[in-house]
């Protein structure tokens, strides 16, 4: 597997977690990186997305204020910084490398498995 998303957990609404997604081929150093989610039921959703150089930061009204993408080059790793917690948060997050530099919608190529994130209230 080639991007490992890591740092799920369960927790209560309010808490903290920061997921991680690491490529072990260290090759999306010059790639955007998105943060997806899906829960039960429900459509996947893009959470965040990040440039490759971090300048450009986007992410979905449901976690503006509450989530913080960011990556460390270096490390070959994406960071998803989730503060406040709500039961709605309550997914499988995925990490996926687009085919541009940029955020594209429709580019994502590269998929890691999830890591489950449940929050209780």
């Known amino acids: 597997v080639q991007l490992q998303a890591s740092g799920g957990g369960l927790v209560q609404a309010g808490d903290s977690l920061r997921l991680s997604c690491t490529d072990s081929?260290?090759?999306?150093?010059?790639?955007?990186v998105g943060w997806f989610r899906q829960a039960p039921g429900q459509e996947r959703e893009l959470v965040a997305a990040?440039?490759?150089?971090?300048?450009?930061?986007n992410y979905a009204d449901s976690v503006k204020g509450r989530f913080t993408i960011s990556r460390d080059n270096a490390k070959s790793t994406v960071y998803l910084q989730m503060n406040s917690l709500k039961s709605e948060d309550t997914a499988v997050y995925y990490c996926?490398?687009?085919?541009?530099?940029?955020?594209?919608?429709?580019?994502?190529?590269?998929w890691g498995q999830g890591t489950l994130v449940t929050v209780s209230s």
């Open positions: 996926a490398t687009n085919r541009f530099s940029v955020p594209r919608s429709g580019s994502y190529i590269k």
């Open positions: 990040i440039s490759w150089n971090g300048g450009i930061t």
């Open positions: 081929r260290r090759t999306f150093t010059n790639n955007a």
